[in-house]
């Protein structure tokens, strides 16, 4: 399971080093095979240009879903263009490291810090400045109660 929060540094390469404690879990789930790509979010708010980063057989799941949605639909070819069009497929070292494309970093303004938030099934990638100027704005929002959503308000813990 993929979960918590980690503050990273991008070398001078552009390249990210997993930290160890997901390292072994990924190579026995993935072989060390991930990809990343732009979140979704990014088609609903243009502030969150952040990156999602899935191991390989997650991937696979969830391409399948989003490549089933109709070409039709005007959301759902931008969905495709984003999600799938900026895939990339990359490979941890022996050191644990994977090389962040140049423009998935440039899609996201990472330069050097990177959140890295567990989500479950994937990691999402975001700059140091733009968690920052996110995450106070998450806070509040979240305590709206207005804006909970019914299957928020049905969860039990």
Known sequence: MLTGATILQLDTKGRLAIPSRYREALMERCGGALVTTVSLSVSRDSE????????????????????????????????????????????????????????????????????????????????????????????VEAIDMDKISPELEQLSL
């Open 48 to 139: 969150d240009r952040s990156l999602w980063m899935y191991p390989r057989d997650a991937w696979k799941r969830a391409v399948k879903r989003v490549a089933a949605l109709p070409d039709f639909d005007a959301n759902h070819r931008v969905v495709k263009r984003f999600f799938i069009g900026y895939a990339s497929d990359m490979e941890m070292d022996k050191s644990g490291r994977v090389l962040l494309p140049a423009l998935l970093r440039d899609f996201a303004a990472i330069t050097k810090g990177i959140y890295l938030i567990g989500q479950s099934n994937k990691f999402e990638l975001w700059s140091e400045e733009k968690w920052a100027a996110r995450h106070d704005q998450w806070l």
